[in-house]
């Protein structure tokens, strides 16, 4: 069993090209969502997504895009990259009223 | 704005101790408190997490402490060993939509 996966682990990214980091869980959770760490920040939520078809902005959605077409993707977008998306980006999945899984999480550098 | 404000910012303990981590919530709509524990590399794990209809919660050695009139809620972590080693983070959300708002996270170092 899987869980939570994310791809790629690592991405060096040159200012203003884009992206997709892609998320997927096989636990068929109706709720995923997207969250960014930086240091001494704690996790903030990016995007989340109730079901397929169903998403939402949360707390720090300005650069990002997403979509939800399958109950098991969630993939998130960066189009223009810029220097203050370097972050750590963790994937989350949750069936209602439980507990969130998350992925490994992928580590964005934008130089 | 943090909605979930969390102290210390890290700890170190010496095994067999008691680690203890606060953390303080504005949002009155918040109806579940979930602990996670993250490990360097590693995505964050549900720890124990805990619902305001009741004061505290044990897990073996970690136990949640809740004050809803207070706004407050802390993590205790008994007899602490070199494994539990972490950061931790409190972390809060409506029953809602499960939406995590995390403190900004402590992290724990336990001396042999």
């Known amino acids: 069993n899987a869980g939570v996966t994310q791809t790629p682990k690592f991405r060096i990214l040159k200012i203003g090209q884009s992206m997709t980091l892609q998320c997927a869980q096989d636990m068929n959770h109706n709720y995923m969502y997207w969250y960014r760490q930086d240091p001494g920040m704690g996790l903030k939520l990016i995007y989340y997504s109730v079901g397929a078809g169903i998403t939402d902005k949360g707390e720090v959605p300005n650069g990002y895009n997403v979509s939800r077409s399958t109950t098991e993707d969630f993939p998130l977008r960066l189009e223009l990259a810029a220097p203050s998306q370097t972050s750590v980006y963790f994937c989350a999945s949750s069936p209602v009223g439980a507990e969130a899984f998350f992925g490994q999480g992928t580590r964005l550098t934008v130089v | 704005q943090q909605q979930v404000k969390q102290s210390p910012q890290s700890l170190i303990v010496q095994k067999g101790g008691i680690s203890i981590i606060n953390c303080a919530y504005e949002n009155t709509a918040f109806d579940y408190f979930p602990w996670y524990q993250q490990f360097p590399g590693k995505g964050p794990a549900l720890l124990i997490a805990?619902?305001?209809?009741?004061s505290e919660k044990k897990e073996g050695r970690f136990t949640i402490s809740f004050n809803k009139s207070a706004k407050q809620f802390s993590l205790h972590i008994m007899d602490s060993q070199p494994g539990d080693s972490a950061t931790y983070f409190c972390a809060a959300s409506t029953t809602n939509d499960y939406k995590l708002s995390f403190g900004a996270g402590t992290t724990v170092t336990v001396r042999a």
């Open positions: 805990i619902r305001p209809d009741v």
